[in-house]
């Protein structure tokens, strides 16, 4: 791929470079190329025409998502240099966990790479390109993961359609680039879940609830607990394999719901004790008796992905949290997360604050979750701390 011309920045604006964050504004620009599209590669030049950077322009609020910062060039190496970057850093962060074979690769402006994902499952990869810049160069990037991987017999599959921007998405379907998109079978912590790469959430599976789902397992014996939005049952399995008394999981997704199934038989648990329900989480919430469970899940879908839905989001955020605390047990527990990027940690706990105030009960704060590390936040970019979750006591 080659640069397409030279985008000038404003003066003064160039700071964001200076400082490493991977974004540039259209406010931010004062001259471009006439003729420039969609996902084109293009070098950045300060008002003096001095290059600071090379990136992928979109016409849009983010008009650039920065690839290089200062006098470098884009080269064909590009791709190869900055996978096995990231794949060296996930060696040392899955060290420390034990019979786990999937993880994410790339996570986008945390590795450097703005609009591109890569999960692994066993031998499966998933890349989900989330700019079309990113997608317009797929192929060279699945080169670089098959040289990754010493160019073994591994799957790649482009699970993108659902990320870009829905008019260039329209033109493409997932699909699988090499290898074959069979379910496979993966190991999390010991525990094995059955990952749809083609049909499932996101690219298969949520792992940056990794963590979190283990935190989950080490307060659950003895325990009646629901999980709501469960998906295929991540929260489930970790609680029924630490000896939960009783589990629910809940979740408006027939389909979810069986892949849940699924992996209850792929890990043998005591199925007596587990219940499915497909239901909408608010509705059963509000028939349930009080005082039956006292471990609550809840770790919904996004509730808006655009500032113009944040208010939106944080009154549901709001009140299912106030649902889960007048239901669950004195004494119980409360994981609750928010996965919406524009939901910020501060507005998100102080949505929980709200509702704990309306519920009239006594609640603590014992944790405070993120993400898993194979998301890592880039220092110069915050906003990639997207995950936000807080464990609460309830008296």
């Known amino acids: 791929m080659e640069y397409k011309g030279i985008v000038k920045i404003k003066k003064g604006r160039e700071q964001n470079l200076l400082r490493k964050h991977p974004w540039i504004f259209s406010g931010a620009i004062y001259d471009k190329p006439t003729n420039l599209e969609d996902g084109d590669l293009v070098q950045l030049a300060d008002y003096t025409g001095n290059i600071i950077g090379f990136g992928h322009f979109h016409n849009g609020s983010i008009a650039i998502k920065i690839l290089g910062f200062g006098k470098v060039n884009y080269e064909s190496s590009f791709w190869l240099t900055k996978l096995s970057a990231a794949f060296e850093l996930r060696k040392v962060l899955m060290a420390r966990i034990i019979d786990t074979n999937c993880f994410r690769w790339v996570h986008g402006e945390g590795d450097g790479l703005p609009g591109l994902i890569i999960d692994v499952y066993a031998d499966t990869l998933v890349i989900q390109c989330h700019s079309i810049g990113m997608h317009r160069q797929i192929m060279e990037i699945a080169e670089a993961c098959a040289i990754c991987f010493d160019n073994q017999n591994i799957n790649i599959i482009d699970k993108s359609k659902d990320c870009l921007p829905a008019a260039y998405g329209r033109a493409f379907e997932n699909r699988l680039i090499s290898g074959n998109s069979n379910p496979v079978i993966v190991k999390e912590n010991g525990l094995f879940f059955e990952i749809d790469p083609i049909h499932g959430q996101k690219t298969g599976f949520f792992l940056d609830q990794r963590e979190n789902r283990k935190l989950l397992g080490e307060y659950a014996k003895g325990r009646k607990i629901l999980n709501a939005f469960c998906y295929t049952g991540g929260f489930s399995i970790y609680a029924a394999s ?146 936000k979750g807080l464990v609460l006591f309830v008296e």
Do not use: W
């Open 242 to 387: 630490n000896d939960a008394l009783e589990i629910s999981s809940i979740d408006i997704s027939q389909k979810a719901i069986d892949g849940c199934l699924r992996n209850f038989e792929l890990n043998a648990p005591n199925r007596q004790l587990h219940t499915e329900i497909c239901e909408d989480v608010y509705d059963y919430l509000k028939r349930i008796p009080s005082d039956h469970f006292d471990m609550i899940v809840l770790d919904p879908p996004a509730f808006a992905k655009t500032l113009d839905k944040r208010h939106h989001a944080v009154q549901a955020y709001k009140r299912l949290n106030h649902l889960a605390m007048k239901k669950i047990q004195s004494g119980g527990i409360l994981f609750t997360f928010s996965c919406s990027q524009v939901v910020g940690e501060d507005l998100f706990y102080n949505t929980i604050v709200s509702a704990g105030i309306e519920s009239g009960r006594n609640i603590r704060v014992v944790h405070k979750l993120t993400q898993a590390p194979d998301h890592p936040v880039n220092l110069f970019h915050p906003e990639g701390n997207y995950l």
